[in-house]
């Protein structure tokens, strides 16, 4: 909504930006997470170097501003995440990595100014000694790195919850500057994750303050929407690349794959045919179970249909209407620096 090129681009044209694109470089991964979403993909899919820049390219054209790297596998299993990282500083992308933090130490100073913030995962199955290993990691590489980069955890809760390792992730975002703790319930499984319990965990150990006031460290994802419009528009706004250059609708539609093959789920194009979609403002009809961004389609479509962002929060409700004009004056500005992660 705050997002300049993005709203120009839809008054005038009835067309979207691509402002921020998600790209899973590699499927290999250096661990075997139980409650991973996306177990049954294709481990050897891997962009080389060439495709890479090759999407980052087609991409600038297209408008795009920030790019997330992300799973799929890890990041740093690829073997020209450095490269790749330099590139993008080179073009002027705001980067943001997503990572599981145990291969940081691969990460190169001059790579690493790209980074707009870093997100680290975690979750209640890792055990002390794989939670050692990673805040020795850490320790070692964040203040070394440029002090613009925003550090933050991203948590994965199980079923059976581990009280002690999340409140040991939240003692440590905290020692570490970090800018918050995410607490996402494990997305296979979302009807039996109790997040209300993690808050209670948070409050019992006085993490939720900072002298006396509400603190902004932990923050608590929402289950995503088992409703959703018969329209979707992500792609257009927010396109993900899987690791072998296929669109997908979202960034959520391969990884919730359910325990089915993520190649099963359903695709948009290749990425070098991506290009006419957006020309055509092309719809994508969902076929998904459950949406991550419903309320971002919701938008998507008021916009085309010619309902203002003002608007559009005013049928939501008051605070949807101070909360926009915070963020829009902030923008306005230049104070609102993440308005390229949509």
Not at 311 to 329: F, T
Request: glycine share 4%; aromatic share 10%; hydrophobic share 35%.
């Amino acid at each position: 909504m705050v997002n300049k090129a993005l709203e120009d681009s839809i008054d005038k044209y009835k067309k979207f930006v691509p402002v921020h694109l998600q790209l899973s470089v590699t499927n290999e991964c250096n661990m075997h997470c139980s409650f991973c979403s996306f177990k049954h993909r294709d481990k050897s899919l891997q962009l080389n170097y060439a495709d890479l820049k090759n999407i980052i390219d087609t991409f600038l054209k297209l408008g795009t501003k920030a790019i997330t790297i992300t799973g799929g596998g890890e990041p740093f299993c690829h073997p020209d995440i450095n490269e790749l990282l330099l590139y993008c500083h080179e073009k002027k992308i705001e980067v943001g990595l997503v990572t599981n933090g145990t291969l940081l130490n691969k990460l190169e100073y001059e790579s690493a100014k790209s980074i707009k913030w870093c997100r680290i995962s975690l979750s209640d199955d890792q055990n002390d000694k794989q939670i050692e290993n990673i805040e020795t990691v850490l320790n070692n590489i964040v203040h070394k790195m440029p002090n613009t980069i925003k550090w933050s955890y991203s948590y994965v809760v199980l079923k059976n919850q581990n009280p002690l390792m999340q409140v040991r992730a939240v003692k440590f975002a905290k020692k570490l500057g970090f800018l918050n703790v995410r607490f996402v319930p494990d997305q296979n499984n979302v009807s039996n994750i109790d997040l209300d319990a993690v808050k209670k965990n948070m409050e019992k150990n006085n993490l939720l303050t900072e002298k006396g006031k509400s603190s902004d460290l932990c923050v608590f994802d929402e289950k995503p929407n088992t409703e959703f419009p018969d329209k979707c528009w992500m792609y257009l706004m927010r396109p993900f690349v899987a690791a072998n250059g296929v669109v997908y609708p979202c960034c959520c539609t391969q990884y919730c794959s359910f325990g089915e093959r993520p190649d099963s789920q359903p695709i948009v194009c290749h990425y070098s045919e991506y290009k006419q979609k957006l020309d055509d403002t092309e719809m994508y009809k969902p076929e998904c179970n459950i949406c991550f961004f419903n309320h971002h389609n919701e938008w998507a479509d008021a916009r085309l249909n010619g309902v203002s962002s003002l608007e559009y929060c005013s049928n939501r409700g008051s605070k949807y209407v101070s909360e926009y004009k915070n963020v829009l004056a902030l923008a306005e500005k230049g104070e609102f620096e993440d308005s390229n992660f949509l």
